[in-house]
C-alpha cells in the first residue's frame, strides 16, 4: 500500500459521501443509547474536511492529516471532534514531513492516533466506544506484514458488529448502563466508515 | 497580582449565562468568561469558543476552567494544550458549586492552587 496525498484526499471524500449518506442512521443509532447529534455532527465536519482539502494544493500526506485534524476538531461539535480530531492530529505528527505513506509508516500511525484517542477520552477496550474498533484494527495490523484490504475491511466490519453486545461503561451511553446492550455503537459505526472507505480506496489502486 | 479568573464550559449557553449570573450576584470582582454550546449555537462545545473565553478572562492571576459533561473535559483540555497555556488549569468539581466555591477564592485574593484545591474540595456541595 501506498498513501499519497491524491488517494487520501479520495480517502477523506468517500468518508464524506458515506457519512452524508448514511447521516440518518447514525442519528437513529445515537438516539437509541446517547444525544442524537453524530450523524448532524460528523456530517457537518465531514463535508467541511471535504471542502479544505480539496480546496488546498498539499506537498505531503502529513500536512493534509493535519488540516483533516483541525477542520474536526473545529467543526464537528459533539465529543467525535475531540476523538476524530485528536486521531488525525496524532497520524499526521507520527508521519510529520511524510510524502507519502507506506505500509509501516501508516501502521506506526494509526498505533499513534489509537493512544491518542485512549488518552483524550481516557477509554480503553470494551467501553462501547470507537476504541473497540481502532485498537482491534491496529492489532491486525499489527500482525500483518502486507496490506489486504478486503481483510482490512473485514477486521473492521467484525469489531464495529461486536460493539452491540457491549455495556457502555464510556460516553453517554454509559449513564444508560445495561440499556446500551443490543445497540450499536454510533462511534464504532462512524469508524468503521473511515476504514471500510480506505479500503475500497486502496482495492481500487491495486 | 490580579485575581484568578474563571471559565465556565457547558453544552449550553443558558447554563453558563445562569451560572455566571449566580456567582456575579455574590462576587462581582473576579472575571468570569463563559463558552456555551457550538459556533452553531446548538447542543454541544467548541473549542474556538473555549479558546475566546480563555483569552478573554485570562490574566496573570491565571484561569480555572470548569466544564459540565461528555465533550466538554475534551475541548476544554484541547483548547489548554493547543494554546499551551501555563496557567489555566482545569478542574474537577460540579460546574455550578466548584465554580462558585472557586470564585470566593478567587475573590479574596487567592492563588490558582489555592482557588483550584478549594473548589475540587467543594465542602460546601
Do not use: C
Not at chain 1, 446517547?34 to 457537518?44: E, F, L, P, S
Not at chain 2, 490574566?59 to 497555556?85: C, H, P, R, T
Amino acid at each position: 500500500m501506498v498513501l499519497n496525498v491524491a488517494n487520501t484526499v479520495k480517502w477523506m471524500t468517500l468518508v464524506n459521501e458515506k457519512i452524508q449518506e448514511n447521516k440518518e442512521y447514525l442519528t437513529e443509532l445515537d438516539q437509541a443509547i446517547g444525544d442524537g447529534d453524530h450523524g448532524i455532527n460528523m456530517a457537518r465536519g465531514f463535508q467541511e474536511v471535504e471542502v479544505k482539502i480539496t480546496a488546498t494544493d498539499y506537498d505531503n500526506v502529513s500536512d493534509l492529516l493535519k488540516d483533516v485534524s483541525m477542520t474536526l476538531l473545529s467543526k464537528v461539535g459533539g465529543a467525535a471532534g475531540p476523538l476524530y480530531g485528536t486521531a488525525f492530529l496524532k497520524l499526521s505528527m507520527e508521519v510529520k514531513g511524510s510524502e507519502t505513506l507506506d505500509f509501516p509508516k501508516f501502521k506506526s500511525g494509526l498505533q499513534e492516533a489509537l493512544a491518542g484517542i485512549k488518552q483524550r477520552g481516557k477509554a480503553e477496550k470494551n467501553e462501547k466506544t470507537l476504541v473497540d474498533v481502532w485498537e482491534p484494527l491496529v492489532d491486525y495490523l499489527n500482525s500483518q506484514d502486507s496490506f489486504n484490504a478486503a481483510d482490512f475491511e473485514s477486521a473492521a466490519k467484525e469489531a464495529m458488529e461486536a460493539t452491540k453486545d457491549l455495556e457502555a461503561t464510556k460516553g453517554r451511553a454509559a449513564y444508560l448502563r445495561e440499556r446500551s446492550i443490543g445497540h450499536l455503537d454510533p462511534g464504532s459505526v462512524s469508524s468503521f466508515y473511515i476504514f471500510s472507505s480506505l479500503a475500497e480506496v486502496l482495492k481500487e489502486g491495486d | 497580582m490580579a485575581n484568578v479568573s474563571i471559565v465556565l464550559v457547558s453544552h449550553s449557553s443558558k447554563v453558563v449565562e445562569g451560572i455566571r449570573d449566580i456567582i456575579k450576584q455574590m462576587v462581582p470582582a473576579v472575571s468570569i468568561g463563559i463558552a456555551g454550546g457550538t459556533e452553531e449555537g446548538e447542543i454541544g462545545t467548541s473549542i474556538d469558543k473555549i479558546t475566546k473565553a480563555i483569552e478573554e478572562v485570562h490574566s496573570v492571576g491565571g484561569v480555572l476552567v470548569f466544564y459540565d459533561i461528555g465533550s466538554a473535559k475534551m475541548n476544554a483540555e484541547l483548547a489548554v494544550e493547543l494554546n499551551e497555556y501555563e496557567n489555566v488549569h482545569i478542574a474537577e468539581a460540579p460546574i455550578l458549586e466548584g465554580a462558585f466555591v472557586a470564585a470566593v477564592e478567587a475573590g479574596m485574593g487567592k492563588s490558582l492552587e489555592e482557588v483550584q484545591v478549594a473548589a475540587e474540595k467543594n465542602d460546601r456541595r
